[in-house]
């Protein structure tokens, strides 16, 4: 079983930080790549950050250069730096994984920033 569970959501002003992490159940190696995804109220999900088997890391443009997406192989945890938060960065982050073929997400931690 493929079991992703994400955690560091929380309530901040803009222009604040939040750490969100990703801890897999199997090595990250195994996975094909590795994503987080955002959904805000009445918005579809869409993709933030992902970061590649081979450690290629890609942005969705709103926010490229104030987060950043990195893993630690050895404690099988995918995270997500925020910086700069903004009021439109709210929503429930989710963390994807790909394996075998097939995807696996977590259950969402909520983000609020306030303005």
């Known amino acids: 079983q493929v079991q992703l569970v994400e955690s560091g959501g929380g309530l901040v002003q803009a222009g604040g930080s939040l750490r969100l992490s990703c801890a897999a159940a199997r090595r990250i190696f195994s996975f094909n790549a590795m994503d987080w995804y955002r959904q805000a109220p009445g918005a579809q999900r869409e993709l933030v950050a992902t970061?590649?088997?081979?450690?290629?890391?890609d942005y969705a443009g709103s926010v490229k250069g104030r987060f950043t997406i990195s893993r630690d192989i050895a404690e099988n945890t995918v995270y997500l730096q925020m910086n700069s938060l903004k009021p439109e960065d709210t929503g429930v982050y989710y963390c994807?994984?790909?394996?075998?073929?097939?995807?696996?997400w977590g259950q969402g931690t909520q983000v609020t920033v306030s303005s």
């Open positions: 994807r994984g790909n394996y075998a073929g097939a995807d696996y």
């Open positions: 970061i590649s088997r081979g450690g290629n890391t």
